[in-house]
Each structure stands twice: as structure tokens, then as C-alpha cells.
């Protein structure tokens, strides 16, 4: 059981994946993404892996997938010159996709990653990946992680300072935004209605 719906995962995958290169719609390529990361996700929780498979779930498809779809549905994307670059370059990049297979064929086969090169792993069944993982980020590599830590953050303040430049900046003042009153916000227009209008012209 546990095979037939590997098989039926990687099926999906595989299909999910295809579909995000060749569908022409960008929206659409974007849902077929968001199935091809669920169905990973899926794989990875069948591995043992609930890691990965959570933190690509709500990373990924809760955050970064979800941004881009809202992205592209919102921009007026031309679909006339995507489809006529789609099949002018089709050759080449199906040259760079065989080419990129027969790199990892070479870099990952089984002579240089077998067990015969690198010893299985042992893994405690009484512990859970999650608190394996979490063990070795907060002891062996809690330097690291705290760097990595420090440099997002100053990665963000420095976006956030890119964008706020000279007239750009606008400030907020809460306690003035709750005094507003109705009158400050909205103005009453009165307009004679269109039956009015055309009562008067017949009548003159």
C-alpha cells in the first residue's frame, strides 16, 4: 500500500510539474505549483520527513506561492508574446533541460552517492526528526543559526529602507485618525433623479 501511493504521489508530481512549464496561463502555472508543492509535501511525510514537509507547506505554499498568485492575477500580463516565445525557444530549452539531467545523472548517480560510498545513517526510532533537528540547530549549530538569524533581519530592515526614500514617507497619526469625524471624510452630493429631469423638459 505504502508503494501504490508513492507511485501515485510521484505520478502527480511529475504531472504537476510538467504542467507548470508547458501551460501558457501564468495563474494556472501557479496552481499546478501549489499541487506539485502539496504532493512533495506529501512524499516527505511518507519518508518520515514531517519537517520539511510542514515547513514547505506553510513556508512555500502558505506564503511564497500565495504572494506570487496574487502578484500575477492583479498584473495585466500580455499572453500574445509568451506564447510565441514559448515555441520559438522550445529547442533550447529542451538542449538545457537534457543537459541539466546528464549533469545530475553525473553528479548524483549511484557511484559517487551508493552505500557502498557513504555509510545509511543511523536513526533513532525513539526520537522524531523534528526534535532531532531541532536538537542540533539550538546546540551544535545554535552560531550559525543565529547568524543566519541576524543577516535576514538586516536583509529586511534594509528593504524596508530602500523603499522608504526622501517624499516618499508618509506618516501615520492614530490618535488624529480616530477623532475623524464624518463630515472630514464624506461629502453629500444632491442630484435630481433622471425621471425629474425629463418630467421638467416636457413640461417646458
Known amino acids: 500500500m505504502e508503494k501504490l501511493l508513492f507511485y501515485c504521489f510521484a505520478a502527480i508530481l511529475l504531472f504537476a510539474a510538467t504542467m507548470v512549464i508547458t501551460v501558457r496561463n501564468p495563474v494556472r502555472a501557479a496552481l499546478f505549483l501549489v499541487l506539485a508543492f502539496f504532493t512533495s509535501a506529501a512524499i516527505w511525510l511518507m519518508l518520515h520527513a514531517e519537517f520539511l514537509a510542514i515547513a514547505l507547506v506553510l513556508v512555500y505554499v502558505g506564503a511564497v506561492l500565495v504572494l506570487f498568485l496574487f502578484v500575477v492575477m492583479m498584473l ?19 538542449l538545457v533541460a537534457l543537459l541539466i539531467v546528464v549533469e545530475m545523472i553525473a553528479v548524483l548517480g549511484v557511484s559517487n552517492f551508493g552505500l557502498e560510498q557513504v555509510a545509511a545513517p543511523q536513526i533513532d526510532e525513539s526520537v522524531s526528526n523534528t526534535r532531532r ?20 533581519t538586516v536583509a529586511i530592515v534594509a528593504a524596508i529602507m530602500l523603499t522608504l526614500r526622501s517624499g516618499t514617507r508618509k506618516k501615520q497619526d492614530a490618535g488624529q485618525q480616530v477623532k475623524v469625524q464624518k463630515a472630514d471624510r464624506l461629502r453629500v452630493v444632491k442630484m435630481a433623479s433622471e425621471q425629474t429631469k425629463s418630467s421638467k423638459e416636457s413640461e417646458q
Do not use: C, N
Open 133 to 152: 533537528l531541532g536538537l542540533l540547530l539550538y546546540t551544535e549549530y545554535v552560531y550559525p543559526f543565529q547568524l543566519a538569524a541576524v543577516i535576514l
Open 76 to 94: 495585466d500580463i500580455d499572453l500574445v508574446p509568451l506564447k510565441e516565445g514559448f515555441t520559438r525557444y522550445l529547442p533550447l530549452g529542451i
